[in-house]
């Protein structure tokens, strides 16, 4: 299994600054993904981060609105950048072991 | 393309009742996994089960139970005696090798 560290839990931002939010994982992990939840929607994939590498993003993500860094295979972190309140959903991050997913506690993120 | 379905947004039933959650799966590839996960009020996602795509064979884990079908593309859930802490979002969601596609998520209200 992996454990998985997210911070910070929730914030509240205001429109127009950046949060980067960290996850650590208690394992060395090939890839680490991030993921997006509206309020009262499914999760939806924003990219997949390899270390050493650039990350992967899926159809509507750019870097420049969520760059990602992946320092090392324990650690990664994700930037919401120039937030407005679309951006407001809680941010996952999530990792596989033996094929299995798991999953941070999660960014509440609510942008003012 | 790969694709789930809930179709069930909301199901609500009393304390006691079974119920079954729905899932119906669209993918061209012949090894892939199923999960199903679970995410209370609090939104932490809770890993309930993984099927990969050659293991047909049903599972019970306690009052829950799972029915895996190839031949209808259809992993759905069934809880037995339901309990109000079964209340939360559970989502079904498919992988090949990596990244998770997650169904919209179903609704589930236990009322005591």
């Known amino acids: 299994s992996a454990v998985i560290s997210q911070k910070p839990s929730r914030d509240i931002c205001q429109r127009g600054t950046s949060l980067t939010i960290q996850c650590q994982v208690d394992s060395q992990v090939t890839m680490m993904f991030w993921y997006r939840q509206q309020p009262g929607q499914s999760l939806t994939l924003i990219a997949t981060?390899?270390?050493?590498?650039?990350?992967?993003?899926e159809s509507g993500f750019v870097i420049d609105k969520f760059p990602i860094s992946r320092p090392n295979l324990t650690f990664s972190t994700l930037t919401v950048s120039n937030m407005s309140p679309e951006d407001s959903s809680i941010y996952l991050c999530?990792?596989?072991?033996?094929?299995?997913?798991?999953f941070g506690q999660g960014t509440r993120l609510t942008v003012v | 393309a790969q694709k789930v379905t809930q179709a069930q947004t909301e199901i609500s039933v009393v304390e006691k009742e079974d119920v079954t959650l729905d899932c119906v799966y669209e993918?061209?590839?012949?090894?892939?996994?199923l999960f199903w996960y679970k995410q209370p009020p609090s939104g932490e996602l809770v890993f309930l089960i993984r099927?990969?795509?050659?293991?047909?064979q049903n599972e019970i884990s306690g009052r829950y139970s799972w029915n895996f079908q190839k031949s209808t593309s259809s992993f759905n859930f069934t809880i037995t005696a339901s309990q109000v802490v079964d209340s939360a979002v559970y989502f079904c969601?498919?992988?090949?090798?990596?990244?998770?596609?997650f169904g919209t998520g179903t609704r589930l209200q236990v009322f005591p």
């Open positions: 969601a498919l992988s090949r090798t990596d990244k998770l596609i």
């Open positions: 981060a390899n270390q050493g590498s650039e990350a992967t993003y």
């Open positions: 099927r990969n795509s050659f293991d047909e």
């Open positions: 993918t061209r590839d012949t090894t892939y996994y």
């Open positions: 999530s990792v596989e072991a033996n094929t299995e997913a798991f």
